[in-house]
């Protein structure tokens, strides 16, 4: 089935939300295995000259705290980079795509018209250096009271916005810019040279 016949495509975001809840469940380690063979197999799908990185980010990353079980990856390329072009190899490599700008894609794997896969992946397609998502991961991982502290804010939020995914994320912006802006600090540099994937 290509993009375009997919029937989740044509479903209204509330229809989505309703069919694709919010769910936060105890830590899973397989998302780590998942993530890693997932990464593999896109590494074999995508163009290597072009990759800065390819990173297991979100809360599936951090060890300890409950998530919502979507493995989260980020994959960083170079500048001058097609993005149309790697969108199709990501489209091929059996991903949806969920939004698009300018500078940023985000896909899917693992939506299915009766819900959630065993497998969920986002992918967010990103140019070099738009990367603030490691920064707060490596914050989460090095501080488990601030992890908790997230942990904490995520469960006050998922019943209240179960079926209202943007005004979960909206809930939680503060707290992920406030602890980025710190992990900045902390790791100054860590991801600004071009280290191997």
Known sequence: MNQEENPLLQMSLQELWQLFPINLTQHNPLWKEW?????????????SNEIIRLSH??????????????????LEVKK???????????????????????????FNKG????????????LHLRYEGDNDELYFRDELQAHPSIAKDYET????????????????????????????????????????NNRPY
């Open 35 to 47: 993530y890693e063979e997932e990464r593999n197999f896109l590494l074999k799908q995508l163009p």
């Open 57 to 74: 980010i979100g809360s599936t990353a951090v060890e300890g705290i409950q998530a919502k079980p979507i493995v989260d990856m980020l």
């Open 80 to 106: 001058d980079s097609s993005f149309q072009k790697l969108k199709e190899v990501i489209l091929q490599s059996g991903y949806l795509c969920m939004n698009e700008t300018n500078d940023r894609i985000s």
């Open 111 to 122: 939506y299915t018209v009766n819900g959630f896969a065993e497998r969920v992946f986002h």
């Open 153 to 192: 804010l995520k469960l006050s939020l998922w019943k209240p916005f179960e079926h209202d995914r943007d005004a979960y994320t909206a809930h939680k912006t503060d707290f992920i810019k406030r602890y980025t802006l710190i992990a900045k600090e902390e790791f100054k540099g860590k991801y600004e």
